[in-house]
Structure formats: structure tokens, C-alpha cells
């Protein structure tokens, strides 16, 4: 008998995974966690049944929701990642030496666990010095602060479920104030491809155009995720992604990657015709 994973990305559309054998199943107080083992994409990570990371292609999600922002801000010191419970963002920040803090806030702190455990190439560095973990609703958290962060990094799943609150005008606007002068925010911003999703990712933008004064959306390609096109969102009280941005004075800090690269840095932000058409109307 053969065991098959399958999310269904429109009624339409399936993505279908040959699964070896279930390594987790679990109910926390917030949504079911699922951990499988497969030959092609090794161990993944599902939340209420849709994927949320594979070993094989994490890296490139995790990457460019993290060295975009840390490659445009030219002295970030104190971050806030909201989600990330895979601990795949906690593990590219703490490659940043000149990082002083890192604040976490994951509101299941179940999923910690079951990463910890299962998935330990992502779930690495939580026992960073550096690394704070706040187990809360991260709407309310950021409530409260003011003008604290450099960089504000919204790891969190679709905007449905556990992580809602995260795609809207008032998390948007409270992390606005929660970000020093020159604070930039970044957020996974959907695919722009499904009509469903695509509606998801418009919403989001325009509630992030009308709180910051720069808004930019870029691109990577990341095969399990709906299909395969996803967006991020890039939003800044100063900085512009591409103007300030110096690919030389990344490249000088040594880190090394397998998907960013300071060139792709420029072209992610060159998106398709039909990207900037749907992100247009957002921006009326």
C-alpha cells in the first residue's frame, strides 16, 4: 500500500508527495502538525494540512525572506521575526554577526517542538544567546512596541487559521510604529498565480501600501508551494530594496548561500507583466 500526501491547491490542482512513512502526527490548541519523510523531498512540515517546508527546497523561502531585508538595512541590530516556528529564519539571522537580539514570536509553541525534534536543519540555532522566544499571539505583542526593531521579518502561514491576524491593516500599522526610522518589514506575500491566492496577496499589499511610504513586492521560485511562483513583501520607513542596496558590502560579509545571491537581489524585484498588473490595482 502506498502512503501519498496531497494538498489541494485549487479544487482543481493537487500537489501529490510520495510519502515513506509519517514521523509525527499531532493536535496542538491552534491547528494539527503533521511531519512525513519522503525519498524526494525528504522530512516536511504540514500545519492543518498544507505544506509549510520541505529539507529539499526550504532553503530558498527561508533565504529570501532574510537576507533581502539584511542586505538592504546597512546596520540592523535588533530583529523581530513573528512565526518561523521551523526555526529556518531564527537560523539565517543568527549568520549575521553584527545582530544583537533576536526577538521570536510564535504563538504554538508545539510546532517548536515537533521541529526541534524532526526537522533539526531548520530547528538549529534556537539556543542562539541572541534568540528570545515569546510564545503569544503576535498581533498583540507587536501592540505594544515602539520604534524598537531594525527589521521586522512575518514568517507566518496563510492568512486563514493561526495566522490571520498577521494580513491585516492593523498588524501592518502596528508594525510600522514598532520599527525604528529606518526600519524595514518583510512578509510572505502569497502567489500571485491562483485566483484565490492571488485575491489573498492583493489584500495583503494594499493594506501594507497604505502604512509604510515604500512598498515593493519581489519573487522566488519554490517548487511545493502553490504553483511555484511565490511573492514577499518588502516594506520600509527609508530604504528602498534596490536603490540602497549595496551587493558588495553583502558579498564582503563571507555568508554563504545557495539561492540569494546579491544579482538575484536586483532581478527578484523585476516581476511579470501580470504580477505588476494585479499589484497595480492595489496601489490606485
Partial sequence: MELWFSEAHTPNVKLSIKVDKQLYSGQSDFQRIDVFESKEF???????GYMMLTEKD?????????????????????????????????????????VECIDMVEIDSLVVDVCKKYLPKTACRFDDERVHLYFEDGLRFVRSK???????????????????????????????????????MVNQHES????????????????????????RVYQAHIPTYPSGHWLFGFASKKYHPVHDFDGVAWKMLGLQTKYYTPKLHAGAFSLPAYVENLLRQAEM
Fill in 146 to 184: 515602539k520604534q524598537e526593531y531594525d527589521v521586522i521579518i512575518v514568517d507566518s502561514t496563510d492568512p486563514f487559521g493561526p495566522g490571520e491576524g498577521l494580513f491585516t491593516k492593523e498588524f501592518y500599522g502596528n508594525c510600522y510604529k514598532a520599527l525604528k526610522e529606518d526600519g524595514i
Fill in 58 to 98: 526550504e532553503f530558498i523561502y527561508h533565504e529570501m525572506i532574510t537576507h533581502v531585508p539584511m542586505a538592504v538595512h546597512p546596520s540592523a541590530k535588533k530583529i523581530l521575526v513573528i512565526g518561523a516556528g521551523d526555526g529556518g529564519v531564527i537560523r539565517e539571522l543568527t549568520r549575521y554577526a553584527g
Fill in 192 to 215: 500571485p498565480f491562483y485566483e484565490s491566492d492571488a485575491e489573498a496577496c492583493l489584500r495583503a499589499h494594499k493594506r501594507i501600501v497604505e502604512s509604510f511610504p515604500i512598498s
Fill in 42 to 48: 525528504g522530512r516536511f512540515l504540514t500545519l492543518d
